[in-house]
């Protein structure tokens, strides 16, 4: 039996089960707010063209309206200024978008300190217990936060001080960057810097270090906890938004069960 007959019948038999991370996108989704002297992004909208009636007698369908960075979605290179030569959503190579996924699991330390910053030791003591990070894959960073995503102001947990959501410090960013053999980095979280990221130095060090190294980005991912530390392949799944800087996307996780 070939390779992908074997896994077809894993699939078909439930030995490969398929989790799915994404969040159900709505009016209702939960939106980044940046200060407002900035450009804000839209909600998802749908706009009835025609349900079965004299508008299409026999269809129906809507048009959408949505900002690229809505939802679950893929931060492409070309979204940071770091990365303005990068590629758009559209260029990312196919065979890039089927990548290993490792799993961090820092939701305890997160539910401990909204403001909890991974550091490059967490990783560092995923990897003793785990491997070494599989070249060419993701680093999911588990915090728990999927919890808070029926609802905008949990899921933003704003103050008058700013957003207050877990993320990643400036040094762990870098070496995710430059140093880590991953592609990306996926979160539960609105985006993947912390809440209180504009403040750091550099400001939203994530976004920079990553876009800038032609790394991507995946925010407001679900259901991590179902997955294995080691072993899930991702299906990363962004429309191909010609010149585009992200994408809503729906992102599958393949886990073995048994
Ligand atoms: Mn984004």
Redesign the pocket.
Known sequence: MSTLSAFAAALAGGRIEVVDLTAPLSAETPVIALPPQFAQTARFELEELSRYDDRGPAWYWNNIRTGE?TGT?F?APN?WVTGADGDDVASVPAARLVAPAAVLDLSAEASADPDFLLEVDHVRAWEAEHGPLTEGGWLLYRTGWDARSASQDEFLNADDTGPHTPGISPRCARWLAEEAPVIGLGVETV?TDAGTAHSFDPPFPCHAALMGSGKY?L?QLQNLALLPPTGAVLVAAPLPIVSGS?SPARVLALVERG
């Open positions: 960075h979605h931060d979204h985006g980005g925010t992200g």
